[in-house]
């Protein structure tokens, strides 16, 4: 089956310095990749998320990039904001299974003001 | 539009006990899922349903989990009886039938084994 690492598990970033955060998938069939943010609490919500067709897609402060080739992708948050700290899970899927998410193991981000 | 709801959003109880969640999905969302998440981890699927049906529950421990959606709309997890290690979150989460639409989560129910 499909195995997703994230890294880093721990990020601090000042504010309005830019976080990154990198996942590697296994299955070269996965084809689609979404990120999800969670606050203390509640449940994942989605912040972004891109297709095996696109290399990269933009949302005012936060970027997704996929590389299919080296199977990884990665999220972007620039001008971080108190806000943004959370936990952030990547997740990869095959829609023709049943569209089954197989998250990465969360980064939790600190933005220190 | 409303969000995925459950309940309850806390629960504690003894080893052996058993207990039960409640997850309603986002109207119209044929595809409901049942996540595991444990402290520290990401989510783990349980149990997913279309419409009524079970589509993959092979990672739900059947001796002691079962889940069912019996008219295709609200769907029940239980555990009997729990044992520690089911301290977690468990999530529900409801995806909409159309290609490439990607899975709403609701706020969880935090269990608590004693």
């Known amino acids: 089956g499909e195995n997703v690492e994230q890294h880093p598990s721990t990020l601090s970033v000042q504010e309005g310095d830019s976080a990154v955060i990198k996942c590697t998938y296994s299955?070269?069939?996965?084809?689609?990749f979404p990120w999800y943010k969670q606050e203390l609490g509640k449940g994942p919500q989605l912040i972004i998320d891109?297709?095996?067709?696109?290399g990269e897609k933009k949302d005012q402060r936060i970027a997704v990039t996929l590389n299919k080739t080296a199977k990884h992708f990665s999220l972007h948050i620039t001008e971080t904001q108190p806000e943004d700290s959370a936990v952030y899970f990547c997740?990869?899927?095959?829609?023709?299974?049943?569209?089954?998410?197989?998250f990465g193991t969360g980064t939790s981000l600190t933005v220190i003001p | 539009e409303a969000g995925v709801a459950q309940s309850p959003r806390y629960k504690i109880i003894e080893k052996r006990q058993s207990v039960a969640f409640w997850c309603n999905p986002i109207?119209?969302?044929?595809?409901l899922y049942w996540y595991q998440q444990i402290l520290g981890q990401g989510p783990k699927l349980l149990i997913q349903?279309?419409?009524?049906?079970?589509?993959?529950d092979s990672q739900l421990p059947k001796d002691r989990f079962s889940a069912e959606r019996l008219k295709g709309v609200d769907s029940t997890l239980k555990i009997q009886p729990a044992k520690l290690e089911d301290s977690a979150v468990y999530l529900c989460?409801?995806?909409?039938?159309?290609?490439?639409?990607?899975?709403?989560f609701g706020p969880g129910t935090r269990l608590l084994v004693l």
């Open positions: 109207s119209g969302h044929a595809t």
């Open positions: 989460a409801s995806r909409a039938p159309e290609l490439f639409k990607t899975q709403y």
């Open positions: 349903f279309q419409n009524n049906g079970v589509v993959d």
């Open positions: 891109i297709r095996s067709n696109v």
């Open positions: 299955d070269s069939a996965s084809n689609y």
């Open positions: 997740a990869a899927s095959r829609w023709n299974t049943g569209n089954q998410f197989y």
